[in-house]
């Protein structure tokens, strides 16, 4: 009985450490890895980019995609020295819902307003979409919705920041608003958009934004392509469409029809989507309460995250001029 009870007890013990070991050895998932991102520390300062930073940044974008288009994501360890020397770090085959990503993140603990970029290593489709949140840290519940956006649609990639977008410049310049991505041209952000835009042209590009209402801005949501007339009027009528289909309890209104207020017309991304790719800029301005609504219940959040596939679809098989 003694030597029974004595095996039972060295199997407990194996079982409980495999178990242990198991749990803290579990393949990262993208959604952990984001949230991991997204802890920021009170000293924590947003670091202005130099030029050879940005190029060199931009150098490594680049090769990440032309590795994953090639189909040759083995060579993608390569790059680690150089994301390490800017500041950031590399995972491969993250996983998410079935497919694989690579992440360039922020090392460790530290935050500086880099950014964070998923980007599936599936070769991507001749009109991929790109969700991003600029505003993540600033504007509640745009960073959960994006994720769970990328996970649950056929996006190829997300980018988002880690830092909020009045975070003081380190140093002793008193200068706030340069740590955001949405309008600031010297970025990382602004930087890997500008490559995925120049490897994709033919872009979607998925802006999730926050705002609070007011007498001006009585709506739940409000949509632009980030011009005061869009170039793509038609496909972003049968977007908003698409959106008031799903939420018919909600107020969605069109920048330039509904409403002057909030399209994004000296938004950083958007300019360069308009002016220098054929591809699309969608920026859409959510209320904190439907924003709230799309977070806190699951069945609001798939609600959202099958209009957005179907937007995809639009895109994807309606021609653009």
Not at 19 to 31: D, F, G, I
Not at 82 to 100: H, K, P, T, W, Y
Not at 145 to 162: E, M, N, Q
Request: with cysteine; proline share 4%.
């Amino acid at each position: 009985m003694q030597r029974t009870a004595a095996y039972t007890a060295i199997l407990v013990v194996v079982l409980t450490t495999w178990a242990v070991s198991s749990a803290n050895h579990r393949p990262e998932t993208l959604k952990d890895l984001y949230y991991s991102a997204r802890d920021l520390e009170d000293q924590d300062a947003y670091r202005e980019p130099t030029d050879r930073e940005l190029k060199e940044f931009s150098d490594l974008m680049d090769q990440l995609l032309v590795c994953i288009r090639s189909g040759q994501t083995g060579r993608i360890s390569q790059l680690v020295p150089v994301a390490d020397g800017l500041g950031f770090q590399i995972r491969q085959s993250v996983r998410g819902a079935g497919r694989e990503y690579t992440v360039i993140m922020e090392k460790g603990k530290l935050r500086f307003g880099g950014g964070f970029y998923a980007v599936a290593e599936t070769p991507p489709p001749v009109r991929p979409a790109l969700v991003q949140t600029p505003h993540a840290r600033s504007d509640a519940f745009t960073g959960r919705i994006g994720i769970r956006v990328v996970l649950k649609t056929r996006s190829a990639a997300f980018f988002s920041s880690t830092m909020p977008r009045d975070r003081l410049i380190s140093g002793d310049r008193d200068i706030t608003e340069i740590s955001d991505p949405a309008h600031n041209a010297r970025s990382f952000f602004q930087c890997a958009t500008e490559t995925f835009a120049r490897h994709n042209p033919d872009l979607l590009v998925i802006q999730l934004h926050g705002f609070r209402k007011n007498d001006e801005r009585n709506f739940d949501a409000i949509l632009s392509s980030g011009q005061s007339i869009s170039r793509h009027s038609e496909l972003q009528s049968r977007i908003a469409e698409c959106i008031r289909e799903n939420f018919r309890d909600r107020t969605i209104a069109v920048f330039g029809r509904d409403t002057n207020e909030l399209g994004a017309l000296t938004n950083i991304q958007g300019r360069y989507i308009n002016t220098k790719t054929s591809g699309l800029f969608l920026h859409l301005e959510m209320d904190w309460e439907f924003r709230k609504s799309i977070v806190k219940a699951e069945p609001m959040m798939k609600r959202f995250t099958r209009c957005v596939n179907r937007i995809i679809s639009i895109y994807e098989t309606m021609p653009v001029r």
